[in-house]
């Protein structure tokens, strides 16, 4: 038998990679990596590298330490793949680890579903994405009391501020390409599953967007 976890993961995962097949379906081709990546990473790995929040608990739970990945990408989905499953423990304050660790794989995927599909150009809110995710438990018969809604959005509140680090988010916390191609991969990673591995494996396709260098 599956393990509960596992079982929701996978779940997640198919959801997610049917996201990541629909937008490359509308483009009629694969969706490379987009403009604006090598420069969403830079600053992630300037902002990984300074201990400052909010990125300076993702360098813990990814266990980055000095060593980063040389790929714009890579860094990227790592670092967001972190924040779905710590490597270590994240540093945090008991009560916001905590918040962290109750999102479960089912409430991941609405949120990106919900930012990638549903929120442009709306500004993403935590209190958005907890209560999408509140309302797809209840539809799946697994409705959540005011208290565990709460713990939603504690935990949204740690994650929205670290998607605006990483470039999934521009100034206005409104979700921009590198967000479109970041969230699904970077999720899914977390949970256990590369949806670009063929692309990894070879080399990124349009790897740098257009007009950008690593």
């Not at 890579?74 to 670092?79: G, I, N, Q, S, V």
């Not at 918040?99 to 089912?106: D, F, G, R, V, Y």
């Amino acid at each position: 038998m599956m393990d509960p976890w596992d079982e929701a993961a996978a779940a997640a995962v198919e959801r997610l990679r049917a996201l990541v097949a629909s937008a490359s379906s509308a483009r009629a081709e694969p969706v490379d990596r987009p403009d604006g990546t090598v420069a969403a990473a830079a600053g992630a790995r300037e902002g990984l590298r300074s201990g400052i929040w909010p990125l300076d608990w993702v360098a813990r739970a990814a266990a980055f330490d000095s060593a980063f990945p040389d790929d714009a990408g890579d860094l990227l989905l790592e670092a967001l793949a972190a924040v779905v499953a710590p490597e270590a423990a994240p540093g945090l304050e008991e009560a916001d680890e905590a918040a962290l660790l109750a999102l479960q794989p089912a409430d991941w995927a609405a949120a990106v579903v919900h930012i990638v599909e549903v929120a442009p150009p709306v500004p993403v809110e935590a209190e958005a994405l907890a209560a999408v995710a509140a309302e797809e438990a209840a539809a799946a018969d697994d409705a959540l009391d005011s208290d565990e809604v709460m713990l939603l959005e504690a935990g949204f509140g740690l994650v929205v501020p670290v998607l605006a680090a990483l470039g999934a988010l521009d100034a206005d916390d409104r979700p921009t390409p590198v967000g479109a191609w970041l969230l699904p991969r970077g999720v899914a990673l977390g949970l256990g599953t590369d949806l670009d591995e063929g692309d990894r494996a070879n080399g990124w396709s349009g790897s740098a967007g257009a007009g950008e260098a690593e």
